[in-house]
């Protein structure tokens, strides 16, 4: 183990914050590789209702809430017993893993008819304050329909209800943790490509300088000048009726085109000042190649700028997808926290929370974890800071 690798877990051990921050990043990784490993099912279940529009998550509904979710529920069975062939109508209720009881349809048309007349009755009482116990029977009459389920199906079930649902009645928790793997995977990309060609330009313009020195400022300044929503626009209609319409490569490459400028820019001021250190010097003396000088003493002496320039730009990209799909212009066909926030624009002004509560929630203790890893990262491997 070599010195850096030495000094890397001496500081990781004393800095209780970077290891909570490293645990928290290996779960959001983790929750990643299961959704990616079920990304089809997934994506198609983070479609399905689940259960009534706007339901609350962990905390309990007030009473006009239950009301209503009762209600969506025996509508649901209503619906069904209107159909021409209604046995079958009952068969296909999709509520996902809530399965309706197997008994005769017209002792459920019979419990049904008696369930909306307590019903009528809940109303009817509003006036003067509902009645709990009549609000009670109601919810049992309409349970009666169903099967909870147990074991795994039942713990799913808890999982998909755990943080609400929106307004389709989508589960909350599953498109969040969906969203997971779209900005894990956005970060990623963005940061691994965009520091490879970041460090490639910026250590080949400061070490050989001349005419490649000043091609790759004209890149970077060019680059620099053209905003990231503008590009993405450009891509998103340059793919439009392709194969990768509605995919994440408009915003990969939208990204990537912009965000190796801060890196070459860094690495580049960097590998200059490298250069004219007296043990470059005794390489050059000695007759060693510049790709030589490059793996042997510019790569080794920036890496730390890599790694942290890594962590930036993987939560900066982050932030950037979840603003450019709020407005529209980013992820689509897929949840992400963007959508979930921009969606949830109708739900806040009616009070609803849960929808853009649990996206900022997972981007926020993301953005934190990534920030102090980062922090941590400079202090472990900046000469600066040794």
């Not at 897929?334 to 739900?347: A, F, R, T």
């Not at 934190?368 to 472990?380: H, K, P």
């Amino acid at each position: 183990m070599n010195i850096r690798q030495t000094r890397f877990w001496k500081h990781l051990m004393r800095d209780k914050f970077a290891l909570l921050a490293l645990g928290v990043i290996v779960i959001y990784f983790l929750v990643a590789l299961v959704v990616w490993f079920n990304r089809s099912e997934l994506a198609t279940l983070s479609t399905f209702r689940v259960g009534p529009a706007n339901m609350p998550g962990f905390t309990t509904p007030t009473i006009e809430q239950r009301i209503d979710f009762t209600e969506f529920y025996l509508e649901s069975i209503s619906g069904a017993l209107r159909k021409s062939d209604p046995e079958a109508a009952l068969r296909e209720i999709d509520i996902v893993k809530l399965n309706i009881v197997e008994i005769p349809v017209a002792e459920i048309q019979k419990n049904a008819d008696q369930a909306y007349v307590s019903f009528d009755k809940l109303l009817a009482s509003e006036e003067g304050g509902f009645d709990l116990e009549l609000l009670q029977q109601f919810e049992s009459q309409v349970d009666a329909f169903y099967v909870e389920p147990s074991g795994w199906d039942g713990f799913v079930r808890s999982f998909l209800l755990v943080l609400g649902t929106d307004r389709q009645g989508r589960s909350i928790s599953l498109r969040a943790m969906f969203s997971t793997l779209v900005a894990i995977q956005i970060g990623f990309v963005t940061a691994f490509v965009s520091v490879f060609i970041g460090t490639l330009l910026g250590t080949a313009a400061g070490l050989y300088g001349g005419m490649l020195d000043h091609v790759v400022i004209w890149l970077y300044t060019t680059f620099s000048s053209i905003p990231n929503i503008v590009l993405l626009v450009l891509l998103a209609y340059m793919f439009k009726g392709s194969t990768y319409d509605n995919t994440l490569l408009p915003v990969y490459v939208a990204f990537c085109a912009t965000y190796w400028i801060g890196v070459c820019r860094v690495i580049r001021g960097e590998t200059i000042k490298i250069r004219d250190l007296e043990y470059v010097d005794a390489a050059r003396v000695l007759g060693l190649s510049k790709f030589y000088t490059l793996w042997r003493h510019i790569w080794p002496n920036v890496s730390h700028l890599m790694l942290i320039n890594f962590s930036l730009l993987f939560i900066g990209a982050i932030k950037s997808e979840v603003i450019l799909s709020f407005l529209g212009l980013g992820v689509k066909e897929v949840p992400s926290w963007g959508i979930m926030i921009s969606q949830s624009s109708s739900e806040v002004v009616n009070g609803f929370f849960w929808q853009i509560g649990t996206a900022t929630a997972f981007m926020f203790f993301l953005v934190v974890a990534f920030n102090i890893v980062s922090d941590f990262l400079q202090d472990v491997f900046d000469p600066k800071h040794i």
